[in-house]
């Protein structure tokens, strides 16, 4: 029997394929961000029947008009991810935990409510900027600040409840300190690094990067773009997914198709993203293949 893990990075094996549902702050009052459990678990469904064997989750306010705003309920976690797993039984799960400061009791509840396969560990602190044209800034300049102290106090919730750390890196110097978490004792191998590429004040989502990008991570280290963007994220999935790496897509990190037109729901980005796997000589990972890649049980 082939061992499920085999060639899972080689430039043609198969492609894990993630989906981020909603993402942190986005208006569902002007996009088709789902909010609630029901409308969660259809969309995790959506993004199944397509394809992705991961969803990445943030979580919203349920009260009436709010659903805008991020919550760290661990109730609500709780309810999201029972309504997902009650309606996609294979689905795995990643958690977010982005906070700013150093306060991290509301992420680790809701880890150790929901107990999902797997979570983000933002892995650097990033000065979060955006201008807009006439050169003001989009928002108040932001430190999502990730310091050692707060990067090892998730991993030490996540190994308490048996989740596997998806270490997003927003920067070169991030990518570089992952190696070095590792060599510390921070991190277990195989790392599982996402590249996020495409905020402005990080890395672009510029394909050229991803073989120098590439060469900085961890022997064996399992990796994924992540690509922030309009329609040019599209090029840096297809790179990516020639150079063997694992694809992220969802209505977080995007709300346009290739073509440019937008996505109805995560679904639809899903289906674009394993054809543009499959053009790139790409299968798709099959649930056990996902699992066997995070070194969890069947």
């Known amino acids: 029997m082939m061992d499920p893990t085999h060639d899972l990075q080689a ?33 995790a ?4 029947d397509e394809g992705a064997t991961i969803v ?20 609500v976690a709780s309810a999201i991810a ?13 958690f977010s935990t982005g906070v700013v400061g150093p306060d991290i009791s509301g992420p680790a509840a809701c ?20 201008t807009r044209a006439n050169g003001e800034w989009a928002w108040f300049p932001m430190l999502f600040d990730n310091p050692v102290e707060k990067i090892a106090g998730f991993v030490e919730v996540m190994d308490e409840c048996g989740i596997v750390p998806e270490c997003e890196c ?38 050229r990067w991803l073989p120098l990008l590439i060469e900085q991570l961890p022997a064996g280290a399992q990796w994924q773009t992540i690509g922030i963007g309009r329609q040019e994220v599209w090029a840096l999935h297809r790179r990516a997914a ?30 674009e993203l394993v054809r543009v796997a ?12 996902t699992r066997a890649a995070f070194g969890l049980g069947a």
Not at 179 to 192: R, S
Not at 246 to 262: K, P
Not at 278 to 289: F, L, M, S
């Open 82 to 94: 029972a309504a997902i797993r009650a309606r996609v039984p294979g689905m795995l799960l990643n």
């Open 111 to 130: 880890l150790r409510a929901a107990r999902p396969e797997i979570a983000a560990l933002n892995a650097g602190s990033l000065n979060y900027l955006k």
């Open 56 to 75: 990445h989750l943030h979580f919203r306010d349920q009260s009436p008009g709010l659903g805008h705003l991020p919550s760290w309920d661990p109730a």
């Open 11 to 43: 430039p043609h094996g198969p492609a894990v394929i993630s989906c981020a549902l909603t993402g942190v702050l986005t208006d569902p009052k002007r996009h088709p961000v789902p909010v609630t459990p029901e409308e969660m678990a259809l969309e």
């Open 242 to 271: 020639e150079l063997g790496g694992h694809l992220r897509t969802g209505l977080e990190d995007t709300f346009y198709l290739e073509d440019g037109s937008r996505a109805a729901h995560n679904g639809a980005l899903v289906a």
């Open 45 to 48: 469904a959506r993004a199944w």
């Open 170 to 207: 927003f920067d070169t110097g991030i990518v570089r300190s992952v190696g070095m978490f590792a060599a510390a004792g921070l991190l277990k191998a195989p790392v599982h690094v996402s590249l996020v590429m495409g905020i402005d004040s990080g890395m672009p989502a510029d394909p």
């Open 278 to 289: 499959r053009g790139a000589g790409r299968e798709i990972a099959t649930p056990a293949q």
